[in-house]
């Protein structure tokens, strides 16, 4: 699906849904700019756009319909016989998390921006790309005026779209909290591990992602105004502290492992202690029943009138005995 939109310099809706046929033109006007959204097109929609219409490098193509594991920016100023006019290539990820999957699902968005142009590719649908676009089409705070600050406008709003996810994995961690320090099974082990996992596919996102937005934050692209550099700053800052929330997140979870290990540590020994309780407590009856098993003839106690009961009472007064030296010492 192709969304395309050409705005006006005082960021007012100029015209929408353009005919590919169309863009050169509006491309050559110096008072409007161009933003074309690509939403899981087709083959033939991503060739127009990407080859025909706006005649890209093949290797930033390439990255943008192949799947990026790491967000990366790259910048391309045409050579002898190219046909693009100067861009940044962008690759960047949106995430979410899932409580009920326990899992981080990641979806790539990719940037193409120019003086006068923004071409976004992206294969689900975003929150982020909906937002600004409601945004741009009502003229809020006047985005819509060059694709540098739409550019920005995205990348805000898809790093706010981190702390929700944060908040639900933030939750899902103090849970586990309490299952390991209240009743830690082997289930309560799988989830940390999990999102153990998961956390630190976070941080791999948010590193490589950290370092694209620091170089905008630094200024060091001609493309964005040099006026729009704080706002990059500000994303940054937001990403940063989102990458130093996920370094907490990943020291929690590792005290959490290790109260699990603890508290399955002492359940054993607990488990342990009884056992043993146990064997010693009952250590004088099998002392005795072991000794007048043998039954040997010439043992004095069998032809004793009363040498049930007294094997039954001293195997009771030994076993009581040692039942109350352990009390004393509290072992129990």
């Given at each position: 699906m192709i969304r395309s939109f050409a705005f006006t310099t005082q960021g007012k809706l100029h015209s929408k849904d353009i005919e590919p046929f169309l863009m050169p033109t509006l491309l050559a006007d110096t008072n409007?700019?161009?933003?074309?959204?690509?939403?899981?097109?087709?083959?033939?929609?991503?060739?127009?756009?990407?080859?025909q219409i706006f005649h890209f490098h093949p290797l930033s193509i390439e990255d943008c319909v192949s799947p990026s594991p790491s967000p990366k920016v790259e910048e391309y100023s045409p050579k002898e016989g190219d046909l693009f006019t100067p861009y940044l290539f962008m690759v960047i990820h949106a995430v979410d998390y899932s409580r009920k999957d326990g899992c981080f699902a990641t979806s790539e968005l990719d940037f193409f921006l120019g003086?006068?142009?923004?071409?976004?590719?992206?294969?689900?649908?975003?929150?982020?790309?909906?937002?600004?676009?409601?945004?741009?089409?009502?003229?809020?705070?006047?985005?819509?005026?060059?694709?540098?600050?739409?550019?920005h406008s995205l990348l805000d709003t898809l790093v706010d779209n981190y702390k929700p996810a944060l908040d639900e994995l933030g939750l899902e961690i103090a849970e586990l909290e309490q299952?390991?320090?209240?009743?830690?099974?082997?289930?309560?082990?799988?989830?940390?591990?999990?999102?153990?996992?998961?956390v630190l596919h976070l941080r791999q996102i948010i590193g490589p992602q950290r370092e694209?937005?620091?170089?905008?934050?630094?200024?060091?692209?001609?493309?964005?105004?040099?006026?729009?550099?704080?706002?990059?700053?500000?994303?940054?800052?937001?990403?940063?502290?989102?990458?130093?929330?996920?370094?907490?997140?990943?020291?929690?979870?590792?005290?959490?492992?290790?109260?699990?290990l603890n508290m399955s540590s002492n359940q054993t020994g607990e488990v342990v202690k009884l056992l043993t309780l146990i064997t010693v407590i009952t250590t004088p009856l099998m002392m005795i029943g072991t000794w007048y098993g043998m039954n040997f003839k010439d043992m004095p106690e069998l032809e004793y009138q009363h040498a049930y009961p007294f094997a039954v009472g001293i195997t009771a007064l030994a076993t009581l005995a040692t039942y109350l030296y352990f009390k004393k010492r509290k072992w129990f």
């Amino acid at each position: 699906m192709i969304r395309s939109f050409a705005f006006t310099t005082q960021g007012k809706l100029h015209s929408k849904d353009i005919e590919p046929f169309l863009m050169p033109t509006l491309l050559a006007d110096t008072n409007l700019f161009l933003w074309v959204d690509l939403e899981s097109p087709t083959t033939t929609e991503w060739k127009s756009v990407l080859e025909q219409i706006f005649h890209f490098h093949p290797l930033s193509i390439e990255d943008c319909v192949s799947p990026s594991p790491s967000p990366k920016v790259e910048e391309y100023s045409p050579k002898e016989g190219d046909l693009f006019t100067p861009y940044l290539f962008m690759v960047i990820h949106a995430v979410d998390y899932s409580r009920k999957d326990g899992c981080f699902a990641t979806s790539e968005l990719d940037f193409f921006l120019g003086k006068n142009f923004l071409v976004t590719f992206h294969e689900k649908a975003l929150r982020s790309v909906s937002t600004v676009e409601e945004r741009a089409l009502n003229g809020t705070m006047g985005i819509a005026r060059a694709p540098d600050r739409v550019a920005h406008s995205l990348l805000d709003t898809l790093v706010d779209n981190y702390k929700p996810a944060l908040d639900e994995l933030g939750l899902e961690i103090a849970e586990l909290e309490q299952e390991a320090l209240q009743k830690p099974t082997q289930q309560t082990l799988n989830r940390i591990l999990q999102v153990k996992k998961e956390v630190l596919h976070l941080r791999q996102i948010i590193g490589p992602q950290r370092e694209v937005l620091g170089k905008f934050a630094a200024g060091d692209f001609k493309l964005v105004r040099p006026h729009l550099t704080p706002y990059f700053r500000d994303v940054y800052d937001a990403i940063f502290h989102i990458g130093e929330l996920a370094h907490t997140y990943t020291d929690s979870l590792t005290g959490i492992l290790q109260v699990y290990l603890n508290m399955s540590s002492n359940q054993t020994g607990e488990v342990v202690k009884l056992l043993t309780l146990i064997t010693v407590i009952t250590t004088p009856l099998m002392m005795i029943g072991t000794w007048y098993g043998m039954n040997f003839k010439d043992m004095p106690e069998l032809e004793y009138q009363h040498a049930y009961p007294f094997a039954v009472g001293i195997t009771a007064l030994a076993t009581l005995a040692t039942y109350l030296y352990f009390k004393k010492r509290k072992w129990f």
